[in-house]
């Protein structure tokens, strides 16, 4: 099937401005690959916007912690846990813990190159599209306790 490219002639629909609302969350996590379930907070955080149609992006603004979507089940848990352990295993010889003095946590940090610290998610009528499974989740990947903060930015009308 062909590609449909849009004309350049005005047109009503895209006349309108998009809004955009921004939210943050702070959640304080206990690091070592913990999942936190943030589906509902997002919920409620489109739902305050009276938005009906567009994105949300779910941003964390940390480098040793990304956000994610996954089915959210123990077994699935525990093999994210699991995975990333086997990838990118802690190591104190990792440059980042040997370059700087009291740091072990360079395996954090890469994990969370990998993973990336954003997802979006289109909206529509008011409710995310997520697939019947998919929950959106925050992993921290540190090695110790922090407390974390996440912004939910939405854009639509």
Known sequence: MPLRVASDEPSERW?????VKTVSLRLTLQGNTQ??????SVVDALAGTGLS???VTVFIKHTTASV?????????????????EGAVPAD??????TRNAGEDNGHSHLRGQLQGPSVTIPFLDGTMLLGPWQQIVV????TRSR????????MGE
């Open 15 to 19: 006349s309108h401005k998009m809004a």
């Open 147 to 154: 407390s974390r903060e996440l912004i939910f930015q939405i």
């Open 53 to 55: 149609s567009g994105i």
């Open 68 to 84: 994610m979507i996954i089915e959210d089940e123990p077994g699935i848990r525990a093999d994210t846990k699991t995975f990333w």
């Open 92 to 97: 104190p010889a990792w440059q980042h813990n």
């Open 139 to 142: 992993v921290d990947f540190d």
């Open 35 to 40: 999942i936190e379930n943030i589906t509902k």
